[in-house]
């Protein structure tokens, strides 16, 4: 890319980021103030766009659990709501054909229920990228929301492979090969260590799976995904996603920008993408009342919706195919274009005040639950613990550690992911699913503990997560002591700031542990040093 556009691109990104909204949208915007002084997207940044989604699919599979797809509330409904949206919007298109309104006439009602087909995906693209930010991407509604997402994009493919006429190469059974060279790659990664080689094997099979795919007539994304799940029950899974996190990032700046730089719209095909994002909030309360019907929680359904509330870039590709075709006029990529745009911009801060928005309005939203609960979302029993410690990762199990060892029995730890949990179970630990974030488990874990909570430590990797649990403490009156980590000492004042009593820096902290963990192995051995 060219240095101008990446120049644009970070004051852009960097200017939306200081009023509280995601870079991507500065990305967008850079896009479109670059198509207007005259720069068009060309192969390369179609290059960079494409690597940035092939490259976010296969992180998304190495996170994916098979077995979550076929939860009713992500294959029954993805299918209804899809199957809803696209009769509602295929209507009400055709009839805007039918009253003659501009770029509506002449569509028939085959060619009114495509389109309606291509704006009923939400993308993945934003969703990853909003849930990673808030550190949510192991919630129960962020599963639920990547689940949604990935049948979508399962049914999008199956669409571009039977509108086109062509049907995947007979070569393509031989993808099932790959289930047996499996292992091969599993003893790959075990023997890449840790630094670039595991980089390049992620890049590797990232575009290996894309290339596989493609030679056999398949959407290459959709094999980044598969290569992605394949790996994906591998305990350095989790390293692999993080090493390709960077890389991800910086080719998906392009795939915002190339959004931006589609084209530029006439009034009218502005006043249509406007229409079309007007309806966006139909899309968002069908996904909660769907979702609520499934047993979940209030506010489990709002956070998955609001993430899926917008257009998606497989609208742009299931409108080119009915370009190509002949089915819908050129004018229409940059409709959609437009209003994937246009809500991708209302979405951020949406999302950002996701949980805000849950907390303002719960008395209202509440009355939608169903009379049961998900089994993931039942109340919470914290019995005789009196120190809580939530993110039961690297370093809230460390100190769930020192604090048992030092307090014994009275120790609880909680974390949102029930895989998590579920190891920690098998390997002795108190440990329950929770979410700190949700202000509904406060309720239920004061109004069921037997106990009293007298210390909680927040743990969590993402700071807006910690920041918002110790809002929720405070605004409940919590009596007892907070304490919370930080990785900088930004956010060591904000968490002091919110009422946490102590806040830990643990990069800064890490020699001081160090160091102190030796000085005791020292002391009376033979090489204490005096």
Same mark, same amino acid.
């Given at each position: 890319?060219?240095?101008?556009?990446?120049?644009?691109?970070?004051?852009?990104?960097?200017?939306?980021?200081?009023?509280?909204?995601?870079?991507?949208?500065?990305? &967008?915007?850079?896009?479109?103030?670059?198509?207007?002084?005259?720069?068009?997207?060309?192969?390369?940044?179609?290059?960079?766009?494409?690597?940035?989604?092939?490259?976010?699919?296969?992180?998304?599979?190495?996170?994916?659990?098979?077995? %979550?797809?076929?939860?009713?509330?992500?294959?029954?409904?993805?299918?209804?709501?899809?199957?809803?949206?696209?009769?509602?919007?295929?209507?009400?298109?055709?009839?805007?054909?039918?009253?003659?309104?501009?770029? $509506? =006439?002449?569509?028939?009602?085959?060619?009114?229920?495509?389109?309606?087909? #291509?704006?009923?995906?939400?993308?993945?693209?934003?969703?990853?990228?909003? !849930?990673?930010?808030?550190?949510?991407?192991?919630?129960?509604?962020?599963?639920?929301?990547?689940?949604?997402? @990935?049948?979508?994009?399962?049914?999008?493919?199956?669409?571009?492979?039977?509108?086109?006429?062509?049907?995947?190469?007979?070569?393509?059974?031989?993808?099932?090969? &790959?289930?047996?060279?499996?292992?091969?790659?599993? +003893?790959?990664?075990?023997?890449?260590?840790?630094?670039?080689?595991?980089?390049?094997?992620?890049? !590797?099979?990232?575009?290996?799976?894309?290339?596989?795919?493609?030679?056999?007539?398949?959407?290459?994304?959709?094999?980044?995904?598969?290569?992605?799940?394949?790996?994906?029950?591998?305990? *350095?899974?989790?390293?692999? +996603?993080?090493?390709?996190?960077?890389?991800?990032?910086?080719?998906?700046?392009?795939?915002?920008?190339?959004?931006?730089?589609?084209?530029?719209?006439?009034?009218?095909?502005?006043?249509?993408?406007?229409?079309?994002?007007?309806?966006?909030?139909?899309?968002?309360?069908?996904?909660?009342?769907?979702?609520? /019907? $499934?047993?979940?929680?209030?506010? =489990?359904? !709002?956070?998955?919706?609001?993430?899926?509330?917008?257009?998606?870039?497989?609208?742009?590709?299931?409108?080119?195919?009915?370009?190509?075709?002949?089915?819908?006029?050129?004018?229409?990529?940059?409709?959609?274009?437009?209003?994937? %745009? @246009?809500?991708?911009?209302?979405? =951020?801060?949406?999302?950002?005040? +996701?949980?805000?928005?849950?907390?303002?309005?719960?008395? /209202?939203?509440?009355?939608?639950?169903?009379?049961?609960?998900?089994?993931?979302? &039942?109340?919470?029993?914290?019995?005789?613990?009196?120190?809580?410690?939530?993110?039961?990762?690297?370093?809230?199990?460390?100190?769930?550690?020192?604090?048992?060892?030092?307090?014994?029995?009275?120790?609880?730890?909680?974390?949102?992911?029930?895989?998590?949990?579920?190891?920690?179970?098998?390997?002795?630990?108190?440990?329950?699913?929770?979410?700190?974030?949700?202000?509904?488990?406060?309720?239920? #874990?004061?109004?069921?503990? /037997?106990?009293?909570?007298?210390?909680?430590?927040?743990?969590?990797?993402?700071? /807006?997560?910690?920041?918002? +649990?110790?809002?929720?403490?405070?605004?409940?009156?919590?009596?007892?002591?907070?304490?919370?980590?930080?990785?900088?000492?930004?956010?060591?004042?904000?968490? *002091?700031?919110?009422?946490?009593?102590?806040? $830990?820096?643990?990069?800064?902290?890490?020699?001081?542990? $160090?160091?102190?963990?030796?000085?005791?192995? !020292?002391?009376?051995?033979?090489?204490?040093?005096?």
């Amino acid at each position: 890319m060219d240095p101008v556009w990446i120049a644009v691109a970070f004051i852009l990104g960097f200017a939306v980021r200081q009023v509280g909204l995601p870079p991507l949208v500065g990305f &967008l915007a850079a896009g479109f103030v670059l198509h207007a002084f005259g720069v068009r997207g060309g192969e390369a940044i179609q290059e960079v766009s494409d690597f940035g989604v092939i490259l976010l699919l296969f992180s998304i599979g190495l996170k994916l659990r098979i077995k %979550s797809l076929l939860r009713p509330e992500v294959w029954a409904g993805t299918s209804l709501h899809m199957l809803i949206t696209v009769v509602c919007f295929g209507l009400g298109i055709y009839g805007l054909s039918l009253a003659g309104f501009g770029v $509506f =006439s002449g569509l028939d009602l085959g060619t009114s229920l495509m389109l309606a087909f #291509a704006l009923s995906f939400s993308s993945t693209v934003f969703a990853v990228k909003v !849930l990673e930010e808030k550190g949510e991407m192991a919630s129960l509604h962020a599963r639920v929301a990547i689940g949604i997402l @990935i049948m979508q994009d399962l049914i999008a493919v199956l669409f571009l492979t039977f509108s086109t006429g062509k049907l995947p190469s007979p070569w393509a059974f031989l993808l099932i090969g &790959l289930l047996l060279v499996r292992p091969l790659i599993m +003893a790959v990664i075990d023997r890449s260590g840790h630094g670039e080689l595991l980089i390049l094997l992620g890049l !590797l099979l990232t575009m290996g799976g894309a290339y596989a795919f493609e030679i056999v007539g398949l959407k290459p994304d959709l094999g980044a995904l598969v290569l992605g799940v394949l790996v994906g029950g591998h305990p *350095k899974a989790g390293e692999l +996603a993080k090493s390709l996190l960077s890389f991800k990032d910086l080719f998906l700046v392009g795939f915002f920008l190339n959004i931006g730089l589609s084209g530029a719209p006439s009034l009218e095909a502005l006043g249509v993408a406007i229409l079309l994002a007007v309806v966006v909030p139909f899309k968002v309360s069908l996904f909660f009342l769907l979702l609520t /019907r $499934f047993t979940l929680r209030a506010r =489990s359904s !709002l956070l998955a919706s609001l993430s899926l509330a917008n257009y998606s870039e497989f609208g742009l590709i299931v409108g080119a195919v009915g370009v190509s075709s002949g089915w819908i006029g050129g004018e229409w990529l940059v409709i959609i274009a437009i209003a994937l %745009s @246009i809500t991708f911009v209302s979405a =951020s801060p949406l999302n950002t005040a +996701a949980h805000s928005i849950y907390a303002r309005f719960a008395e /209202r939203l509440k009355p939608f639950e169903s009379k049961t609960y998900h089994p993931e979302e &039942l109340p919470v029993e914290v019995g005789e613990a009196q120190i809580a410690i939530f993110g039961m990762g690297r370093v809230g199990t460390g100190a769930y550690d020192a604090m048992h060892e030092r307090y014994g029995d009275v120790v609880l730890g909680l974390d949102y992911d029930s895989v998590t949990v579920r190891e920690h179970q098998e390997a002795g630990r108190n440990v329950i699913q929770g979410d700190a974030t949700d202000p509904g488990f406060w309720e239920r #874990a004061r109004g069921r503990g /037997r106990g009293t909570v007298r210390l909680v430590m927040l743990a969590m990797p993402q700071h /807006r997560a910690n920041m918002y +649990a110790a809002k929720q403490l405070t605004a409940g009156d919590y009596p007892g002591l907070i304490a919370a980590t930080a990785q900088f000492p930004d956010e060591v004042e904000a968490l *002091k700031k919110e009422g946490v009593h102590a806040a $830990f820096n643990f990069f800064e902290g890490a020699g001081a542990g $160090f160091a102190g963990h030796v000085a005791e192995r !020292l002391e009376g051995s033979d090489h204490n040093v005096n």
